[in-house]
């Protein structure tokens, strides 16, 4: 390969939470580890990856101009993003007066809900749910009604459609927001998903809010559809956002950004999304993007994918190979695992409380999956070199599953 993927970083007080952030937000957090252990971050959705050469040479080549006041988004800035829609995506027609800036993809869902909803209002998410999404909505006095994904026969996340009409007529619902890829289930929805998904939130007149954050980070084999591509309505009633950060590993530079096709959408959401007079970009975020989307970043985040699949790959088989009673339902994309413990806990007599715990005794930064509408599951970031993937999986085995 040629981007460096197997170092092991030594992210400590170099502001990276992943490291720094133990024991400080409990049920969230994870605990320092026993004296022995070092700690293996696998909680917090970032990567433990160098960044790709040419976001760092982007920043330091504007850094190096002694001037930082107020700023236009550069046409680079589009140009670049709507080269890497059309090349990874087969994005057609996309101009730069789609594209807007967010601080956040969740800051954009909150923006357009205030658009086109009112607080008590419901709003329609699959479960399990990202943890962010029912943060902001409930912050911003949203309803959330959720539709339970289910596992088919053949171990894959599946959207119940009949349950999803019934909670979309039940519940007057008129809001809806998509995660594709799904996070933390991983799942890559094929076309005929999203087509009649987005059928289901045309009949009942719903704003569809695609978060499509995790839709550069897909496993071979797999292809992630826009949500916007399946048909012309689906087009005309969904705001979907983006962002580098997921895929390039920016989140402490902050910077997202909409597409929106429909003009009377996007008027209403950049409406509320100025009020605040906060959603502005900053000038090294907008060069980081632009570093991130030059031809290098195209094939550091080919090899990434490469070197996440065989993570996933060695992750699921070590489980199955080695731990009776944890479901590993492989993700299509992303690079979390979401492990369902049931059987595991029933039959050893724990609860999920005590498995996490003896995780992060020996070091093994995984996450409490409850917050994500897990009862008892644990969330596992595998975005690390792999020889750190092995030596947690060899943990687990010996100090946790088949201590």
Request: hydrophobic share 40%; glycine share 8%; aromatic share 10%.
């Amino acid at each position: 390969m040629t981007y460096d993927f197997t170092s092991i970083l030594d992210r400590a007080g170099q502001d990276a939470l992943a490291v720094d952030g133990l024991g400080t937000n409990p049920g969230m957090a994870p605990e320092p580890p026993a004296e022995g252990f070092d700690f293996i971050p696998m909680w917090v959705a970032d990567m433990n990856f160098p960044v790709v050469p040419t976001v760092q040479e982007a920043i330091i080549a504007r850094v190096k101009q002694p001037h930082f006041g107020y700023f236009s988004l550069r046409d680079e800035y589009f140009q670049e993003i709507i080269r890497w829609h059309e090349t990874r995506n087969h994005v057609t027609g996309l101009k730069p007066e789609h594209i807007g800036y967010e601080n956040g993809v969740l800051g954009g869902v909150v923006s357009t809900l205030n658009a086109f909803a009112a607080p008590g209002d419901a709003v329609l998410l699959h479960s399990p749910t990202y943890i962010g999404f029912t943060n902001s909505l409930t912050n911003a006095g949203f309803k959330i009604v959720h539709s339970p994904l289910t596992l088919d026969e053949n171990g894959v996340w599946r959207m119940d459609f009949d349950d999803m009409e019934e909670k979309l007529a039940a519940h007057k619902i008129h809001a809806a927001v998509f995660c594709s890829p799904h996070n933390p289930c991983g799942r890559v929805w094929e076309r005929w998903e999203v087509e009649r998904a987005m059928e289901l939130y045309r009949k009942y007149d719903c704003v569809v809010i695609s978060d499509e954050i995790w839709s550069d980070i897909i496993r071979p084999g797999h292809t992630h559809v826009p949500t916007q591509s399946v048909s012309e309505d689906a087009r005309q009633r969904t705001v979907a956002l983006y962002a580098p950060s997921k895929t390039f590993n920016l989140a402490g530079l902050v910077g997202s950004y909409h597409i929106i096709y429909n003009d009377y959408l996007r008027d209403r959401v950049c409406a509320q999304s100025s009020k605040c007079h906060y959603n502005e970009a900053n000038v090294l975020s907008m060069h980081a993007l632009m570093g991130a989307y030059r031809p290098e970043g195209y094939q550091w985040v080919d090899e990434l994918n490469q070197v996440i699949a065989g993570n996933v790959d060695y992750a699921c088989g070590y489980l199955a190979e080695h731990v009776d009673g944890v479901a590993c339902a492989k993700p299509e994309g992303t690079y979390m695992l979401f492990l369902d413990c049931t059987e595991w806990c029933e039959k050893h007599g724990h609860d999920i409380d005590w498995l996490l715990r003896a995780g992060w005794e020996v070091g093994v930064g995984w996450q409490d999956g409850r917050p994500f509408h897990g009862p008892c599951h644990i969330r596992m970031n595998l975005a690390l070199p792999l020889s750190r993937v092995e030596e947690a999986m060899k943990r687990l085995d010996e100090h946790v599953f088949n201590a």
